[in-house]
């Protein structure tokens, strides 16, 4: 962040808490590698096939985020009980074979503090009913609005997350 805009804010007195986060790497390479990291830590953590993924999910999204896959729009309650649903078919009916990766990963940081957009693309599979089951091999894709807090957290405001998993 730079000084200017840091008096702007005080001068101004519009937000304080917003002048005492970390200021935002300046480089904008390298703030939006690192938020592209954060996104990709987040999802690796919440992807709902593995224990644990409810606290991960609850600290990454706002209280009030607009989420929606495919066509279907969430809140963070109805995203999470969508969630729930995805995981008893991605943990119980993969058989523990379930994975994900990424074919790329983009983070595209805000001018002005730590919050951002990340596009990421990726597949998601494993062999129905466990090793040796059929492969099914899907991709899927998502875009999001990371804001950060007046706490300095960064939080997924929007999300907007596509697969065609259950084609496969
Ligand atoms: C799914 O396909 C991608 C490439 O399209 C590959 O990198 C990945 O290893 C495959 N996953 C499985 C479980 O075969
Ligand atoms: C998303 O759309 C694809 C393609 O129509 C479909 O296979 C999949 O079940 C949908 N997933 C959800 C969660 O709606």
């Known amino acids: 962040m730079q000084f200017s805009h840091l008096i702007g804010f005080t001068v101004a007195g ?3 808490t917003l002048a005492t986060c970390p200021p935002r790497t300046e480089d904008g ?8 990291q954060w996104a990709q830590n987040s ?3 919440f992807f709902p096939f593995q224990d644990g993924w409810q606290e991960a999910f609850d ?7 607009h989420a929606t896959f495919n066509a279907t729009v969430f809140t963070f309650d109805t995203f999470k009980t969508a969630y729930e649903g995805f995981y008893q078919l991605l943990n119980g009916g993969f058989g523990g074979t379930f994975e994900h990766g990424y074919f790329s990963i983009l983070g ?3 001018a002005a503090d730590n919050g951002g957009f990340v596009t990421a ?7 129905i009913g466990g090793a040796g089951g059929r492969l099914v091999n899907a991709t899927d894709a998502v875009f999001m609005v990371v804001a950060e807090t007046e706490s300095c957290e960064r939080k997924i405001i929007e999300l907007r997350e596509t697969s065609n998993l259950a084609q496969s």
């Open 43 to 45: 999802i690796n953590a």
């Open 14 to 16: 519009a937000s304080l």
């Open 59 to 65: 600290v990454a999204f706002s209280p009030d985020v």
């Open 29 to 36: 390479i390298k703030a939006g590698d690192d938020l592209a």
């Open 121 to 127: 693309t990726g597949w998601e599979g494993g062999h």
């Open 108 to 110: 595209v940081p805000n």
